[in-house]
């Protein structure tokens, strides 16, 4: 799958040629800023496993030193249990009224007893120590895994910063671009842009059209989860919520700056929310392209795909699996989006239709 999407991508850049736009100087920077806010989420979700992990030693030894702690206890009452019955002295016991026979058989299985207590303890004492050892190891782990996560974090914050004069660089390269009447031009080659790659995905994966609907203003507050996981996507009209939460701020088909047309819903949030999966499916493309910034495009079968578009970072993979309601980016304001938020578009056999059409109410 890898090698088919690089494939088509090198077929998207020698299609457009050596074109070069204000927006082509934030791809390094967007894409470095999402690799980044990946490899941080990995390594965050690799540390929660390992405090899971080391929890659970800590309980296993715990249980283990309390259980040789009363093997313990028992194997010394039983010392002086035998240490007051003394030794089968045939005069005394006879004196007693006990059976030499049964006294020195009891004293027999004593010590049948102790000695296995004792190889029980040894064993024991052996299991804690092992424990111990993988204690210390995870701990190793997990400091090293927070030393790693704080140097990529400081790694990210350096590339934000570097984006950020980036951007800066590009709001005033797009005035010029303005002035030379150039903007139109812009956005109706990112759209034809778009509706290509989505076509030669869609051509890819051997896959076969739709309406429009509401207006801005509602607020995006029922995100995906889980709950929509295991459904087949056509199962999901009218039933879905939206990848991330925010304020819608245009509708499918609505007017747009230099006359053209809204293809999708874009959710106005702040940098860095969560964008989840609205329903399962597999990546196939996760980049950055021109006029969307770092993109990511969910196939769901059937024709389906999702495309969330302008994130900060994108945290999966071409080839990986996700349910809804998965993480899988962080929205953002790259591909020179003039304010923080997501852009999401559905399609089937690479038309785009209105989202709303499939919100629920």
Known sequence: MRGRIEKLQSELAATEGSRTEASDQLRKSDRSVSEARRTLFELSQRRRAL????????????????????????????????????????????????????????????????????????????????????????????????????????????????????????????????????????????????????????????????????????????????????????????????????????????AREAGAAWKGLFIRCATGETVHAVADGRVVYADWLRGFGNLLILDHGGGYMSLYGYNEGLLRQVGDRVRAGDPIAQAGATGASAESGLYFELRRNGAPFDPMTWIAP
């Open 51 to 254: 405090e899971a992990q080391l929890a659970e030693i800590g309980q296993h030894a715990a249980r283990v030193r309390a259980d040789a702690s009363r093997q313990e206890d028992l194997a010394a009452r039983l010392l002086r249990l035998q240490y007051e019955q003394g030794a089968p002295d045939g005069l005394r016991l006879l004196l007693e009224g006990h059976n030499p026979a049964d006294a020195a058989r009891h004293l027999e299985y004593y010590g049948y007893i102790q000695r296995a207590r004792i190889e029980l303890i040894a064993h024991l004492r052996d299991q804690a120590a092992q424990l111990e050892k993988l204690e210390s190891d995870a701990r190793s782990r997990r400091e090293e895994l927070a030393r790693n996560e704080q140097e990529q974090g400081a790694q990210a914050k350096r590339l934000e910063k570097e984006r950020a004069q980036r951007v800066a660089l590009v709001a005033k390269l797009s005035g010029e671009i303005a002035r030379n009447r150039r903007e139109i031009g812009r956005l109706r080659r990112d759209e034809a842009r778009l509706t290509r790659l989505v076509e030669q995905i869609a051509r890819a994966l051997a896959a076969k059209p739709a309406p429009p609907g509401k207006g801005p203003g509602r607020r995006a507050d029922r995100v995906a989860d889980a709950s929509a996981s295991a459904q087949a996507f056509a199962s999901l009209k009218g039933r879905m919520s939206f990848p991330v939460r925010g304020e819608l701020a245009n509708r499918y088909g609505g």
